[in-house]
């Protein structure tokens, strides 16, 4: 005897969409398999990665300072640092800036500032072949050393811009790459009431304070010391980014 089993219409597409949702489940799972590992609880993150801040109960806080161009600029900052007894700071500095201006370079480390690199070429990295983004990268090592006599290991890439083979060859370099969580927006002048606000509402427990030092940032000298004052009057610590991120859970994010 012979038995036919007749599914209807319906119900063979209502299989159809409940495979092919599951097979479209398993896909997504797959495409974001490092992303889940980088942010799951306890799991190791994946490389590449940059920094942005770090997870900490404690109120320290990094400033950081990006120096491309100009000579006007970083002295009153300097200056005011030395006044309030802000003694550590993070400077991303260029090193073609850096050979333009090396009487600046010693002052910052005379004054007990953290220097890191801001590479060679003030440009979008991401844009570049492996070889070249290596030689950008080595440049700004090579000259940042000579001049100060000290490795740097810090890195933020010029623009903000980097992609995955950046962070990658970045590490292979032994630079770790730092971005910012609160950006004053002093590079677009909008007013020095505006920076402060950008900066105080904002910074957190482990928080880097992106700021910056070149010429065309003409308010940030003004904004300053009262980003300072409100800030330790909120019971804030400046360190520099080595030590905020020393013996710390670094907060990074997974670039794809």
Known sequence: MRFMYVVSTTRLKQIMIIAAAFLFAIGIAYAERDTIAAFSDGAKIQSPQAIFKVDTDEKKIALTFDISWGENRAIPILDILKQKKVGKV???????WSQRHPAIVKRIVDDGHEIASHGHKHDYYSKYADEEIRNQIGK?????????????????????????????????????VIQWDTDSKDWMNPGVDQIVKNVVTKTHPGDIILMHASDSCKETHLALPIIIDKLRAEGYQFVTVSE?????????????
């Open 90 to 96: 993070t400077f991303f500095l260029s090193s073609p």
């Open 244 to 256: 905020l991120i020393a013996g710390a859970k670094a907060n990074t994010k997974e670039v794809n």
């Open 140 to 176: 700004a090592h090579t000259i940042l050393t000579e001049m100060t006599g000290k490795k740097p290991t810090l890195i933020r890439m010029p623009n903000g811009d980097f992609d995955k083979r950046v962070l990658r060859i970045a590490e292979q370099m032994d630079y770790t």
